[in-house]
């Protein structure tokens, strides 16, 4: 099956800090990828679509200048989160669509990001 | 308002018998619906893909079923065995063309041996 790869796994850094999560298809090309993040027993929250070569397209709520999309290539995707302050501590999970059609969604192994 | 709900309890089994989780969905016309399984500390898996127009999905021993007029789908695990103990997600994407998948909250399965 397809693989997405995600860098790091995990992560601790200062508040203040600015910190960058790569999302990687490894064996096919991914037009669109996605990122979520993910609290203690909740559900995946869709933060951004990520499109390549155009503005990502980001949820309502979430800031475009704090979570910084950048998707060059048709096989990376990076998620900058920056000014970093421990109420941004979460798992956050990018997923990459193979056919375009959002029927199987292929995720990455997630980053647990811890800001003191 | 739109909402996708699991049983927030985890759902504890017995080895060998069948494990039966249900996703219920309010204010959606899913064009289908989507199961993952998430262990902790990793992202999710895809196991299944059921259609609007779909009664019954099987995979080995995994069964889905989707009720459009209950709203609601079962996903059924035969035989569990410990290794399926996990986090199961359901996932639906509205109809109307390409849009986003939307999870619910998750159901944790915990299989006894």
């Known amino acids: 099956g397809a693989v997405v790869s995600q860098h790091p796994s995990w992560v601790i850094c200062k508040s203040g800090t600015s910190v960058k999560i790569e999302c990687r298809s490894l064996?096919?090309?991914?037009?669109?990828m996605f990122w979520y993040r993910q609290f203690p027993k909740q559900s995946l929250m869709l933060m951004a679509t990520?499109?390549?070569?155009?503005?990502?397209?980001?949820e309502q709520g979430v800031e475009k200048d704090k979570f910084l999309i950048n998707h060059a290539s048709l096989t990376l995707s990076t998620l900058t989160v920056t000014s970093a302050h421990p109420e941004d501590s979460s798992f956050y999970i990018c997923?990459?669509?193979?056919?375009?059609?959002?029927?199987?969604?292929?995720f990455g192994s997630g980053t647990q990001l811890s800001v003191l | 308002s739109q909402k996708i709900e699991q049983n927030s309890e985890a759902l504890n089994i017995q080895e060998g018998k069948t494990a039966t989780l249900t996703c219920n969905y309010t204010?959606?016309?899913?064009?289908?619906l989507q199961w993952y399984r998430q262990d902790p500390g990793r992202g999710p898996v895809f196991l299944l893909l059921i259609r609007e127009n779909e009664k019954e999905k099987r995979k080995e021993r995994l069964k889905v079923t989707f009720d459009t007029t209950l709203k609601q789908s079962l996903f059924h695990i035969t035989a569990s065995q410990p290794a399926d103990s996990a986090t199961y997600l359901c996932a639906l994407m509205n109809s109307g063309g390409y849009q986003k998948v939307t999870f619910g909250t998750g159901t944790k399965l915990q299989v006894i041996p």
């Open positions: 064996d096919f090309q991914a037009t669109t």
């Open positions: 204010n959606y016309s899913p064009a289908y």
């Open positions: 997923s990459a669509d193979r056919q375009a059609t959002n029927e199987k969604l292929f």
């Open positions: 990520s499109n390549e070569g155009s503005k990502a397209t980001y």
